[in-house]
């Protein structure tokens, strides 16, 4: 599944362990699909959705800081989204009068923990209003950090859509952790990816973590796969859009990162919270949220594959136990199985994330704990 060749899954794979305490970390394969350089254990990559995750667990310092709390509604930090308008129904066009009722209660900052906002991708069928958010520039496709305007604007067309469903009663992927990242900018009164580096990152030691890449020279590429199947460049190195400060630091999907990163954060979890987080907002990331209805319905079925989500992770309960942790679209995969002490992550550069060698790499990890 890992190295040269048409037929193979990726060209390159990291994988990194965690196990009572002890990190190991092996490389295999190369950078590109063509036979480039090895790829290296220290590769620097695209987080994509692991983003969030790390943006969650900034929102919980603040949190524990007292700068938010889970209950209030965001209309302090965020007006642009105080007194909102919620479809009747998703196929309802945004600018009929008579297509919207008015929210139940405000939007809190536990919504957008728990992807509960109101908003988000539609699996259901056509959303006219899900149209003219892409529209917008609000991003809802591959990760690209020069795509959405600047916080502010991003947010004020935000503001001037309705909401898809009523506040807290649906989970829906994955605008909320965009609004999160620009809550946790204005409460803290600096951009996201200062506060992040502080109350996060640097505590930690994920030193090549952030949204601008620190180490060029460690950066590799990353692919598309198209329908036939060969790989097409997503995004290079020396011309990599990673390079460059972004105009919207997107808590959903903007870090870039390493595996061994990957590691420390899962490791900090595993050890009740590795002085960042307290012992409580651990739990609160690590335990489902959802109600049974809220994991049955066609959005989180789509993504959650059974499971639920807590305060910016999946969660689901296996043969072996609780498993917890996050995939991302351009390839990096994270889990922990805290009844065992172990954390896994795997690192990949393909959009979108290769199901073989995912399933292949979770099942060899719960085979071997069973």
């Not at 899962?266 to 609160?284: I, N, P, R």
């Not at 809220?294 to 136990?321: K, S």
Request: hydrophobic residues 45%; contains cysteine; charged residues 20%.
């Amino acid at each position: 599944m890992v190295g040269e060749g048409p037929d193979e899954q990726v060209p390159g794979a990291v994988v990194g362990v965690r196990y009572r305490g002890r990190t190991s970390l092996a490389a295999r394969g190369a950078t590109t699909p063509d036979a480039g350089d090895p790829l290296r254990p220290d590769a620097v990559v695209r987080l994509s959705s692991n983003t969030k995750p790390l943006v969650a667990a900034c929102a919980l310092r603040l949190v524990a800081d007292g700068a938010l709390a889970l209950d209030e509604p965001v209309d302090r930090l965020l007006p642009e989204l105080a007194d909102r308008r919620v479809l009747r129904r998703l196929d309802a066009d945004p600018d009929d009068p008579g297509a919207t009722v008015a929210a139940e209660r405000p939007v809190t900052v536990e919504d957008l923990l728990t992807m509960r906002l109101g908003f988000g991708f539609v699996v259901e069928g056509p959303c006219p209003t899900l149209e003219r958010a892409a529209a917008l520039g609000l991003g809802f496709g591959p990760p690209d950090p020069h795509g959405p305007p600047p916080p502010d604007e991003w947010l004020v067309g935000l503001g001037s859509l309705p909401l898809l469903d009523q506040p807290g009663r649906a989970w829906r992927y994955e605008l909320s952790f965009a609004v999160l990242g620009v809550l946790v900018a204005r409460a803290a009164g600096r951009p996201l990816g200062d506060v992040l580096a502080e109350l996060v990152l640097a505590p930690l030691g994920m030193r090549d973590t952030g949204f601008v890449v620190g180490a060029p020279d460690r950066l590799v590429p990353s692919f598309v796969r198209g329908e036939d199947g060969p790989l097409a460049l997503f995004d290079g190195v020396a011309d990599s859009r990673w390079l460059t400060p972004p105009a919207f630091p997107d808590g959903r999907s903007g870090l870039v990162g390493t595996a061994e990163d990957m590691l420390r954060f899962a490791g900090a979890l595993l050890d009740g919270g590795g002085g960042v987080l307290t012992a409580d907002a651990v739990a609160a990331m690590t335990t489902d949220r959802l109600t049974p209805t809220q994991r049955a319905a066609p959005a989180a079925a789509a993504f959650l594959d059974g499971g639920g989500w807590g305060h910016g992770v999946g969660v689901v309960e296996t043969a072996v136990g609780r498993r917890y942790g996050w995939a991302g679209g351009l390839g990096t995969l994270w889990y922990s199985w805290p009844d065992h002490d172990l954390a896994a992550v795997l690192v990949t550069q393909v959009l979108p994330p290769s199901g073989p060698v995912f399933a292949a790499f979770t099942s060899t990890i719960e085979d071997a704990l069973a």
